[in-house]
């Protein structure tokens, strides 16, 4: 298991098919809401891809606003759940941060996976808030 960077188109359109999988086709995600401006390669986010057995099963973004850095789209398909590829992809995203300068990160954590967030070291930082249909939490980190 491992994450990489995305520099080529090809690793994109993997994490597009990812995301659309995970947050379209199993959570009912409108497809014109998941895919935004901040995904063109070069753009203003910085995408990872994970990879179990060599295959890309999970992917993760980090954009910074105003000397944050904000991790979005974290997701993985439903069989490689519960391998740890989510800290990975976390980790990956917190390492781009510190890269870019950045002391802190914050997440819109599906309330559903707020746990897993906080044995990261992420702390509740807002009442419950509805985004795409789906109950979620802003979660901040110190780095």
């Not at 105003?66 to 800290?87: M, S, V």
């Not at 559903?112 to 789906?134: M, N, P, T, V």
């Amino acid at each position: 298991m491992n994450t990489k960077r995305i520099t080529q188109p090809e690793e994109l359109e993997n994490a597009f098919s990812i995301r659309k999988k995970v947050f379209v086709d199993e959570q009912g995600v409108p497809l014109k809401d998941e895919f935004d401006v901040f995904d063109a390669l070069n753009g203003q986010c910085e995408h990872i891809l994970a990879y179990y057995n060599g295959q890309p099963v999970g992917t993760g973004r980090i954009r910074i606003l105003d000397g944050i850095g904000k991790l979005e789209r974290i997701c993985i398909l439903e069989p490689y759940r519960k391998f740890g590829i989510g800290k990975k992809i976390i980790s990956a995203l917190e390492e781009i941060a510190v890269e870019k300068g950045n002391h802190q990160v914050k997440l819109h954590g599906q309330t559903q996976a707020e746990g897993f967030y906080r044995k990261l070291g992420y702390q509740a930082s807002s009442a419950e808030f509805i985004e795409d249909g789906i109950p979620h939490i802003l979660m901040i980190k110190d780095l």
